[in-house]
């Protein structure tokens, strides 16, 4: 069975500043697809960005990017120039990517709180 | 486009009542997920439907819950008899057919079992 691993519950940064959020998976798979999501207060889960597992180059979308690093079956997110909107639940989150198996699977998530 | 609307937003009930949460997902959304997602923990799938057939509901605490999706649109999943441990967020999520990776999410219903 798939599962994913986020080891820090919390995490904090300063406006402005680089925080990475940290993430391992455990899969048997070859292709698949990785994600993290933000969960605000407002409790919607939000895509921040997604990553195909045969895609060797790391996805980026604005301030934010990741490193994926398949052998060590390893997805940490890197937030850039960290905004107070920025403060949230984040989640990374596996699919596998058959069709029969379709649904994601999540960690336990990442407080982020932003200080200004 | 609409987002994935949910219904309602919080609930309270004592255990051993019943409870109702419904979700209408983006037109023309072929799968729709229900998550539960208790405190502290990532959500986790309770059912997966396409269209109006259920496709993994391995989850799914089948002896107090039950859900529906009639005519592959609105969807229903109910609790009979509440437990205090079905305390959680219960988040709806839908996606076109052939989308791979884009799940939209409602906001969930937050139920609290006294």
């Known amino acids: 069975a798939q599962t994913v691993t986020q080891s820090q519950p919390e995490m904090s940064v300063q406006e402005a500043e680089t925080v990475t959020l940290s993430c391992t998976y455990d899969t048997s798979e070859s292709d698949y697809y990785l994600f993290w999501y933000k969960q605000p207060p407002s409790r919607q889960m939000i895509l921040v960005i997604r990553q195909e597992a045969y895609k060797q180059q790391n996805a980026t979308e604005n301030r934010f990017s990741v490193n994926f690093q398949k052998a060590a079956k390893s997805f940490s997110l890197k937030i850039s120039d960290s905004q107070l909107g920025d403060a949230a639940m984040y989640f990374c989150a596996y699919r596998n990517k058959r069709r029969s198996q379709g649904n994601l699977i999540f960690g336990k998530g990442t407080k982020l709180s932003v200080k200004p | 486009e609409a987002g994935v609307a949910q219904s309602p937003r919080y609930k309270i009930i004592e255990k051993r009542q019943s409870v109702a949460f419904w979700c209408n997902p983006i037109?023309?959304?072929?799968?729709l997920y229900w998550y539960q997602q208790i405190l502290g923990q990532g959500p986790k799938l309770l059912i997966q439907?396409?269209?109006?057939?259920?496709?993994?509901d391995s989850q799914l605490p089948k002896d107090r819950f039950s859900a529906e999706r009639l005519k592959g649109v609105d969807s229903t999943l109910k609790i009979q008899p509440a437990k205090l441990e079905d305390s959680a967020v219960y988040l709806c999520a839908s996606s076109l057919y052939r989308d791979v990776y884009g799940y939209t999410f409602g906001s969930g219903t937050r139920l609290t079992v006294v």
């Open positions: 439907f396409q269209n109006n057939g259920v496709v993994d």
């Open positions: 037109s023309g959304h072929a799968t």
